[in-house]
């Protein structure tokens, strides 16, 4: 065959150039001297430009599909298959927890629903004394959820000086608009010796349209009192809202309609239509709203979109606003008044009993002030469920500034209602632990949300900023996600948690909810397993470290969590980190134990798992001889110091930052010098052999007052640490460099718990180290608790005092499982 097609190419060839030279003879304009090698070398250089042209093509082509896979959403089924009216129990909730108290509804264009508050002697210029957001800045006494059972009712206590504010809500769900909802607000003196002093409140009930929201809302009058707000939007139908005060009495009423710029300037827009007024010349002066406001596009006259009603009374005083649906058939008794306090008492019964049912503090003996405090802890985090709705901004390499992530929804818990009021990917996973104790179905909702975030590269952004609220809380320098950076893949611990507690006993639903998850979660260990591998074997390095800062003492590793808890100085290709080794060992072993619960083939898992727990494999990447601890991998030297650069002289307007010096030649070494917790992963997550004398000197270590140890729980870093509590730059206080945190105080206390059941030789020791530690731990939150007011971010390693932002009602109230101790 091959001769053949030779000899037909030879002869081809020949009748090609007997055409050739028959139409040289007969005039054609090609040369007779022209050579055969120039020929060639013309259809050469062809070749080449076609070649050329069509690699240019295909680069173009490739680079253009790497800039478009950042916000490409990953090709599978999503994971959410209900949402809005099809889940009516949680159609509407308090899912505005950047506000002190508002509801909406889970749909991407709700209508929104809130309160803002003001006491009319104590305002100040500008507004200031109205309260709104969540503010850190207003020194409330306390706010928060004091039970909420995350379905259909909630009881908060807000205090503001010498003033005390009650909210609460219970919803009636039924009809095909999503049902019908009582909210209370009540408002007294906080100390009764002070009722016989004279004092008003001006209470602002608003209702305000989104963006995207189509429909009207209009006050409500009869001929001589606003009566409340109507509306419509395309969700909801028709609906009314009514204010009746139920104890006390009003002093004056006045209403606002107008636009509003935005969802994120509804108080700014409030605070500038307050006006001076008396009803008659003998009255005095009263603050009001400035009614009918129009607002115009052009000539032409654009809708309202916020509609707020303001209540001014004496205290006490409290009223109802009851929304009510138009499409709501079973009509019986109104929520208001008598009915709504008999309704209430009963959803708070049901709360009591399923809290004893499901965490037991009674029967371990638990006092019931310990026991308030638990469920305020869990009813915060619950309460602190928010839904939001938008796109974040993300970049890769491959895009030269930020892109948009598709729209997309998100149910998530929030770290802080005042600091943190958006989704965080680590602090989620956290959250998860103590959500599926209490409802399972909602924390696999949750995790659902999260998933449906995967884009085609197998990444979730460590941040969710969705919606302008959400937006307008947010630094500038944290809005843009990058592709490279990861988060603690905290969810397969959630996930572990919700396998081990039902594990056969899974519901129908469950099991499909979980079948949709898992192409997510191999997508999801995928881009973790590939991205962020080190250079050795089985090793795995934090992306997103800055090589080249000179304002850091030791630059952070934002991607781990840990944020500025110390690592290697000089970060490099070759660094490993202990921590996500860790992670990754676990995140492996869930897979494999949810393959094996789906019946789906997951060797390759249990491989992975099998490999990474290897202590002898660890051990050879991250065991340090010299110190008998876990540590990083990378350049590094101690002798780092922040200095002030000296002026140079005669030059003004100098930028005199203080700078990182190196004060000796950084080395490729283990990261033996900090202790902390970091160098307790592989107990904090189990992997070490429960027979392995490395936990005994783990063990010795953390109990060590000089380390770690504490009255309070565990120090983040050992006072030993080169960095213990130094400021990483001028500007940045020390985060996790000391500190005590509860979150990684829960993993020891649950890592101590395990070790104490499993059979070894230091199973003893593990359990008194783990009674000292729980009883520490619970003892100082609660404590803090009841002496600020706040469950906080962090507590003093010194004082137990709690400091960070609060209230931090995400992964600290933690407490509640180290309470039933459901691990």
Excluded at 203 to 224: C, H, M, Q, R
Excluded at 287 to 307: R, S, Y
Excluded at 489 to 494: K, Q
Aim: aromatic content about 12%; charged content about 20%.
């Amino acid at each position: 065959m091959v001769r053949q097609r030779r000899s037909q190419v030879n002869s081809d060839s020949n009748k090609a150039d007997k055409g050739t030279n028959s139409s040289s003879s007969n005039g054609s304009t090609t040369s007779k001297e022209e050579s055969p090698k120039q020929t060639s070398l013309f259809i050469y250089w062809k070749h080449f430009i076609v070649i050329a042209v069509l690699s240019i093509s295909v680069y173009f082509g490739y680079m253009g599909y790497l800039e478009t896979r950042i916000n490409t959403p990953y090709d599978e089924r999503k994971v959410v298959m209900k949402s809005g009216l099809d889940v009516p129990d949680l159609f509407w909730g308090t899912y505005r927890p950047g506000t002190y108290f508002g509801l909406k509804t889970r749909e991407p264009n709700s209508l929104v629903t809130g309160l803002m508050w003001y006491f009319p002697r104590r305002l100040r210029p500008g507004g200031d004394g109205i309260r709104h957001w969540c503010e850190q800045g207003d020194n409330l006494g306390k706010y928060g959820w004091l039970q909420h059972d995350g379905h259909n009712f909630g009881i908060q206590e807000i205090v503001d000086g010498p003033f005390s504010l009650v909210t609460s809500f219970v919803k009636k769900p039924g009809d095909y608009r999503g049902g019908e909802w009582t909210s209370r607000v009540s408002v007294d003196f906080l100390m009764k010796s002070n009722s016989t002093k004279e004092e008003e409140v001006s209470l602002i009930w608003y209702v305000a349209l989104d963006e995207g929201t189509k429909g009207f809302i209009e006050p409500t009058n009869s001929a001589t009192r606003i009566t409340g707000i109507r509306g419509e939007t395309s969700t909801l139908g028709s609906f009314t809202l009514k204010f009746t005060t139920t104890t006390g009495s009003l002093s004056h009423e006045s209403f606002l309609s107008t636009t509003a710029p935005g969802l994120d300037l509804l108080k700014e827009t409030v605070i500038s239509s307050l006006r001076l007024a008396q009803d008659n010349p003998k009255s005095a002066k009263k603050i009001v709203l400035a009614g009918q406001l129009p607002t115009f596009n052009g000539h032409e006259k654009v809708n309202p979109n916020i509609v707020a009603i303001q209540l001014t009374g004496k205290i006490p005083f409290s009223i109802d606003i009851v929304y009510e649906s138009g499409s709501y058939a079973n009509k019986q008794k109104t929520l208001v008044g008598d009915t709504y306090t008999k309704a209430l008492e009963m959803h708070k019964k049901r709360f009591d009993d399923k809290f004893e049912e499901t965490f037991a503090l009674k029967e371990k003996g638990f006092n019931q002030k310990q026991i308030e405090f638990a469920q305020a802890a869990l009813s915060n985090m619950v309460g602190g469920i928010g839904y939001f709705y938008g796109a974040s901004q993300v970049q890769s390499s491959y895009t030269k500034e930020p892109v948009y992530y598709w729209n997309t929804p998100l149910y998530t818990a929030v770290p802080s209602r005042s600091f943190f009021p958006r989704g965080f990917l680590w602090d989620e996973g956290f959250h998860g632990l103590l959500i599926s104790q209490w409802d399972v179905d909602i924390e696999l909702d949750i995790m659902s949300h999260w998933f449906d975030l995967i884009n085609a590269e197998g990444w979730i952004p460590r941040e969710l900023i969705l919606g302008v609220e959400a937006l307008a809380k947010v630094p500038s320098e944290f809005v843009v996600q990058r592709n490279t950076n990861a988060n603690p893949p905290t969810f397969f611990l959630t996930l572990d948690s919700i396998l081990t507690r039902y594990g056969d006993n899974l519901t129908d639903e469950r099991l499909l909810t979980l079948e949709r998850l898992y192409p997510r979660l191999q997508a999801w260990f995928t881009w973790f397993n590939t991205t962020q591998v080190g250079t050795l074997s089985g090793s795995y390095r934090w992306r997103g470290r800055d090589a080249n800062s000179n304002r850091e003492l030791n630059p952070r590793t934002m991607a781990s969590g840990l944020d500025d808890y110390p690592r290697a100085s000089h970060p490099t290709e070759e660094e490993r980190h202990i921590d996500l080794y860790c992670w990754i060992a676990i995140a492996a072993r869930t897979m494999a134990k949810l393959a094996n619960i789906l019946d789906i083939a997951g060797k390759k898992y249990e491989q992975t798992a099998d490999y990474l727990t290897d202590n002898k494999v660890m051990d050879s990447l991250h065991w340090s001889d010299f110190t008998k601890t876990y540590a990083d991998y990378g350049l590094h030297t101690d002798a780092v110091r922040l200095e002030r650069p000296k002026p140079l002289p005669r030059s003004p307007n100098q930028n005199l930052e203080m700078h990182r010096v190196v004060l000796k030649t950084p080395e490729y070494r283990l990261v033996d010098s900090t202790f902390g917790y970091v160098s307790l992963f592989p107990f904090l997550l189990q992997i070490i052999d429960a027979d392995s004398p490395k936990l005994g000197k783990i063990l010795n270590d953390l109990r060590n007052p000089d380390l770690l140890w504490t009255h309070y729980g565990l120090r983040s870093l050992s006072k030993s640490s080169p960095l213990y509590m130094k400021r990483n730059t001028e500007h940045d206080p020390p985060y996790w460099r000391g500190q005590i945190w509860v979150n990684i105080n829960f993993l020891a206390a649950r890592a101590l718990h395990h070790y104490s059941k499993v059979p070894g030789p230091y199973s003893s020791r593990a359990g008194e180290i783990y009674k000292e530690l729980r009883e520490n731990v619970i003892n100082n939150v609660m404590k803090q608790y009841h002496r600020t007011g706040y469950i906080w971010e962090q507590y003093s390693d010194k004082t137990g005092e709690g400091s960070g932002c609060r209230p931090f009602n995400g992964w600290t109230a933690l407490v509640v499982v180290l309470m039933g101790e459901h691990y």
